[in-house]
């Protein structure tokens, strides 16, 4: 039973070569090869967004979880970051089912690891040299529709927290229900923000939607070769 788990959750382990650097030493050629040019001559606006994009995931949880569990393998650090993904993913639904809304705290700790996901796409596509391809397309869409579920479920915490709608929301669901609209830019009209600050969230969940869909999708369903994420040679 043991050797069945072992082969459902880690896959072929003996075919895995060992990376060169650990996650966190990667992250940090990263920040390196960005600031000396080495693979792209940018400067001003675009070198500040890409330095900053890049040193963000510095400041999370998730590199360092993948560095500890880099330490006993890469099939370990891949299996370590599924589970932190589903976690970020069930997180913001156990504060709706359990209406943690009003606990600060755990309020708290769901916008930082959501700040972790929004800022991790946009470095993953613009700030990415030494990064090489990933392992598998299917894996890394896969992880990337449970991040969009995650700022679905984390966007429909803070609407009920807020509450600054038309009317109340009378069941947790119909803040997700809500969430999924705005995501989808259905737009019903059952439900709209009646204040700045109701407004202003909406704002905010649309581009990173539109982010999501029109930049991250793209660059997957199309599989470009590019400098960084996409260039198989980028990290020899």
């Known amino acids: 039973m043991k050797q069945v788990i072992r082969k459902l959750l880690l896959g072929m382990v003996s075919k895995m070569d060992k990376p060169e650097y650990n996650p966190v030493e990667r992250r940090i050629q990263n920040i390196k090869a960005i600031w000396n040019n080495d693979h792209q001559d940018d400067n001003g606006i675009e070198k500040i967004v890409r330095l900053f994009l890049s040193s963000s995931q510095l400041f999370f949880p998730g590199i360092y979880i993948k560095y500890l569990a880099s330490k006993k393998g890469a099939e370990y650090e891949d299996l370590a970051v599924d589970f ?33 996901t929004i800022l991790y796409i946009p470095t993953l596509i ?71 600050f109701g407004k202003f969230l909406v704002s905010v969940q649309s581009m990173i939607v539109l982010m999501f869909v029109v930049l991250f999708l793209n660059f997957f369903s199309t599989k470009i070769k590019s400098k960084g994420y996409f260039d198989e040679d980028s990290s020899k």
């Open 84 to 116: 932190y993904v589903l976690l970020k993913v069930s997180l913001p639904l156990l504060i709706l089912m359990n209406h943690w809304q009003n606990n600060y705290f755990i309020l708290g700790v769901m916008v930082y690891v959501m700040l972790e």
């Open 126 to 196: 613009f700030a990415s040299d030494l990064f090489s391809k990933p392992r598998s397309y299917k894996r890394s869409m896969l992880l990337l529709f449970f991040n969009y579920l995650e700022m679905v479920f984390g966007f429909a915490v803070l609407y009920s927290y807020t509450n600054n709608f038309n009317k109340p929301f009378t069941h947790w669901f119909d803040a997700i229900y809500f969430s999924t609209v705005t995501s989808s830019t259905i737009g019903y009209g059952d439900f709209y923000p009646i204040d700045p």
